[in-house]
């Protein structure tokens, strides 16, 4: 990498992962929206095919309409390749397979347990970490031997786990997770401007939060719109809107045909009960509560206007992103430069000294939430400034909603550290614990034993 003048030039981005249909085409469009960074991606992915795909899809972008630098792509056969020299570490991958994934969501529903999600918390999140977590301490190994001053960005579910396994591994890693929850609440409390305070075309920039908690499962304990203090004018709009955002009848608006549905009911129930402002998609607070509040039944979760997202969904969306990979390859349908809105592209320049920015961003606790864990992955803004991530002072958690974070903070510094020790019967504490685990402890037995089996082909390394 080097500077010419204000842009920084020749940087190498090591994507692992890089095969992916939907995190690497928004990394890609994003890339070509800022002139003051270039450079190389190399892809690697286990999948070979879906990289060399990438690679064709990648350098098409640069000819794309809009375009305002350049961005040259390859694919790799070895993680050493993609991680030798590099700048900065993306990583996004799919651990296993929908089908893992199926069983993952799905099985628990024998014993009544539901999820919404099933990537994060939950029996659904936990195997998923099973999985994950193993691959994390191999890629924390590469970066440390290939990258080791490395910026590493992390969008990996279940995220908290994920960066905590990097850490584990190289204490020393410039690692983070990026998580879009926090913004889709910033862009609910534009709303809530607009519609209290009759303020049009409020940004989501202009709101301005101090998150608090773990991934997913965030909430902010402050919250302003300039010089207003914006908890008042929530309550008011949760105490207008029982029925959510959208307030429709779900038996006439066909919420369960909804894969992503959220009308916000969940996040202002939690504020209305606690009085802290729930920061994620009611899908994820959902599965981090008891399993009896909001996922008790396909019916509860019907009342409360959100939906239960099944992997059936996930593979005929991957059957059609699969269609569309062979068109962008082939010419069929050209590439478009849009941003995403996410903020990777914006920290990476910010860490390259071409701009500031203040964001929220999963690292390990430093005393930035004083009532958790020291090292524990938690949730906060960060000042992203030229070669440097500091985590913002975030306070304590409030004592209403310290009893709902801090065991979900415990089970997940459990589970870190018995997949770690590839301890199974510490492995099955941490599930029986769970919050969504709202069955008798011989039936949790049966039903972590049948998840296992079902994902074994994963899940060696446990001697399963």
């Not at 998580?179 to 609910?188: A, D, L, N, R, S």
């Not at 396909?298 to 005929?316: A, C, D, I, N, Y």
């Not at 958690?397 to 415990?410: F, N």
Request: with cysteine; aromatic share 10%; hydrophobic share 40%.
């Amino acid at each position: 990498m080097r500077y010419n003048g204000s842009k920084a030039e020749d940087i190498k981005i090591a994507y692992a992962g890089g095969g992916s249909r939907g995190w690497a085409w928004g990394l890609m469009s994003d890339l070509m929206t800022c002139e003051d960074i270039s450079g190389r991606v190399d892809l690697y992915d286990i999948d070979i095919q879906a990289a060399k795909n990438n690679e064709i899809i990648g350098n098409r972008f640069n000819s794309a309409k809009g375009a305002r630098t350049t961005w040259h792509y390859k694919a790799v056969e070895t993680l050493e390749q993609a991680l030798t020299g590099a700048d900065f570490v993306i990583l996004s991958i799919l651990p296993g397979t929908f089908d893992e994934m199926e069983s993952d969501v799905h099985t628990p529903e024998k014993y009544g347990i539901y999820q919404s999600v099933g990537d994060t918390s939950g029996p659904g999140g936990i195997l998923r970490a099973m999985r994950t977590v193993p691959m994390y301490e191999v890629i924390a190994e590469g970066i440390r031997s290939c990258c080791p001053d490395a910026w590493v960005i992390n969008y990996t579910n279940p995220m908290t786990l994920c960066v905590k396994a990097l850490y584990h591994v190289f204490p020393e890693i410039k690692a983070f997770g990026c998580c879009h929850e926090v913004f889709g609440t910033q862009k609910f409390l534009g709303e809530v401007v607009r519609e209290e305070l009759g303020i049009p075309a409020v940004e989501r920039h202009e709101i301005k939060v101090n998150p608090v908690g773990v991934n997913h499962f965030t909430w902010l304990t402050e919250a302003r719109y300039r010089d207003v203090d914006l908890f008042p004018v929530y309550r008011a709009y949760c105490e207008k809107h029982p029925d959510g955002r959208g307030g429709e009848d779900p038996a006439d608006s066909n919420w369960m045909n909804n894969a992503f549905a959220c009308d916000e009911k969940v996040k202002m129930d939690l504020f209305l009960r606690f009085g802290q402002i729930a920061a994620a998609g009611d899908r994820h607070l959902a599965e981090f509560c008891e399993g009896k509040w909001y996922l008790e039944s396909p019916e509860r979760v019907r009342e409360m206007h959100f939906g239960l997202t099944p992997v059936s969904w996930r593979k005929e969306d991957l059957a059609k992103r699969l269609e569309r990979s062979a068109r962008l390859v082939s010419g069929e349908e050209e590439v478009k430069i849009s941003g995403t809105g996410e903020e990777g592209v914006n920290q990476i320049r910010a860490l390259l000294g071409l701009t500031e920015l203040v964001t929220n961003v999963n690292i390990p606790n430093r005393g930035q939430i004083p009532n958790l864990p020291l090292g524990a992955v938690v949730e906060t803004n960060a000042v992203f400034r030229a070669g440097s991530l500091t985590p913002v002072f975030a306070g304590s958690i409030p004592q209403s909603i310290y009893p709902l974070i801090a065991r979900i903070c415990g089970e997940q510094e459990t589970l870190s550290e018995a997949i770690a020790r590839r301890d199974v019967e510490g492995i099955f504490q941490a599930f029986a614990g769970d919050p969504l685990v709202t069955c008798g402890l011989e039936d949790a037995r049966k039903l972590f034993e049948e998840m296992c089996r079902n994902t074994r082909a994963y899940l060696g390394m446990y001697g399963i």
